[in-house]
Each structure stands twice: as C-alpha cells, then as structure tokens.
C-alpha cells in the first residue's frame, strides 16, 4: 500500500492536540520569572529550554526527511501508516529528545519499522515509553550488550578482610563487566545495567554462572587490582582481598525484540 501524502500530518496534527500543557508552558516566550536561584532568575536558568524544545513544524519537517531514508528502502507493496498509539507518542517525546542522537535516532527507526508490514508485528508501543526513560549512557550501554545476545560475564566485587565476613561497601560497582565507555565510569555502568534490568530488557544474574568459565580474566582486570591497591596504602593496618561473585548476563526476548525495532 502507497503511503498517503498527508498520512504524516495527520499524525502530526493528532499528536499536537495530545500534547501535555507543560510542554507549552516551557515553550512560551514571556516565561514567568519567579525567583531566583543563587543570584540567577529561574527565567535565565530555564531559558536553555527553549532551544531544546523543538516545534511542531520542525518535528514535522524532520520526521518527514528521516523516515523517508528508512522507508525507500521498504518495498512499496510493504509500506503502511504507523498505528497512532507508537506514532502519536513517539512524536511527542521528540520535541524534546530531538537534540539527542542516540535517542532520536532510536525513535525514527522505531516510527519507520511501524510503517514496514514485514516489522510492525515487533514494535510495541512500550518501547516508546522505554526509550523515553533512557538517557545516552542507556542507550549506548544497551547498544554495546545487544552486540552479543548470547548469555556474559559479569561479576559482583567487593573488598573484604581476610579471615572476616567484614567488607569495605562502596567499594566497587554492584555489577562489573569489564569494560566502560568514554566519559563514563566503572560505577555509571553499573547503574545503567540495573536501569536496563528495570525496563525489562536484560537479566542480571547474580551468583549464576557460566559453564566454560573465564571469569579469572575478569575478575584479575587492572581496574580492580588498582582499587585494591589504594585501598590497602589506605588501610595498612587490614589484610584486604578481592572477593568477586561470579554471575552473567544476557539480553532477553523482550529485549532482542526492542534492538530489532529500534534498529
């Protein structure tokens, strides 16, 4: 089925009667001031919004150039009209998440899968909702576990005296993996799997583990070694050691049918 011309203005008009009330409060030019913050008027601390904030002949404009890239290459017999409960809010969310890469670029594939007859039956409007909880660590910390759907190491550290069952909290982030991303650290990581876990999308199995092993590699990583050692010049007086639960992960159902949908 040909898409109709006027299909998208549709949707577009139909999410700007939806719209919540805020969004067309931040927008207005002549906001209130109300106070001030630290010798600042809220008005000035607020003001960025503005520029973040996209309007909906921009939203139109863009979502029109962007969805067309994906949908030329869905043969025409397969192209349809997005089901508004995706369309609708996924629009909304964009007026503010557009300046966001990783984000928008997951919602315009999301809108363009809808509009595919052969991928619409893996887009779910809870994925809407899901990518509207993200921030960019999420999503680029999601993007880097679902290279790999198969089941991952992962272990839990902590730093305890020897011969004790006393341990030194806050030590080490609750699930390590081995690896960071730049301009993030061992601890962001670790927050971003449990947000992940939250939103459904992944499993983290504490004190499961795998099979063929590999977790020595893991747990001997100079990042934890290194975090021993400062804490040891700090504490001459304990024996400490590593201690590292061994557990997995990996990307369920739901979350392998979210990385197909966004993709």
């Not at 009330?21 to 109300?34: C, F, G, N, S, V």
């Not at 993200?134 to 198969?150: C, R, W």
């Not at 099979?211 to 700090?234: A, P, R």
Request: proline share 4%; glycine share 4%; charged share 25%.
């Amino acid at each position: 089925m040909v898409i109709d011309p006027e299909s998208s203005k549709e949707i577009i008009s139909e999410a700007k009667a939806l719209a919540p009330e805020i969004y067309k409060d931040l927008a207005r030019p002549a906001l209130q001031e109300i106070g001030t913050v630290a010798g600042r008027t809220v008005k000035s601390l607020l003001a960025p919004l503005r520029g973040l904030l996209w309007g909906w002949e921009k939203i139109e404009e863009y979502v029109e150039i962007e969805v067309k890239k994906r949908i030329d290459r869905i043969p025409e017999e397969n192209r349809k009209s997005p089901d508004p409960e995706i369309a609708v809010p996924l629009i909304q969310a964009l007026t503010y998440t557009a300046q966001n890469e990783s984000l928008r670029e997951m919602y315009i594939n999301l809108l363009a899968n809808a509009m595919d007859k052969d991928k619409d039956k893996i887009v779910h409007p809870s994925f809407v909702e899901i990518i509207k909880q993200m921030n960019t660590l999420d999503a680029k910390v999601f993007e880097k576990i679902s290279q790999n759907f198969g089941y991952q190491l992962i272990v839990n550290p902590f730093i305890q005296i020897k011969n004790e069952s006393n341990f030194i909290g806050s030590a080490f982030p609750d699930w390590y993996i081995g690896w960071k991303l730049e301009g993030y650290n061992e601890f962001d990581i670790s927050a971003s799997m449990v947000r992940l876990s939250k939103f459904g999308l992944i499993e983290l199995m504490r004190n499961q583990q795998l099979e063929q092993g590999g977790y020595e590699i893991l747990k001997n990583n100079t990042y934890l070694t290194d975090t021993l050692n400062i804490f040891i010049s700090k504490n001459k007086d304990l024996e400490l050691e590593i201690v590292s639960i061994e557990s997995m992960l990996y990307v369920n159902e739901y979350g392998r049918q979210f990385k197909s949908a966004c993709k």
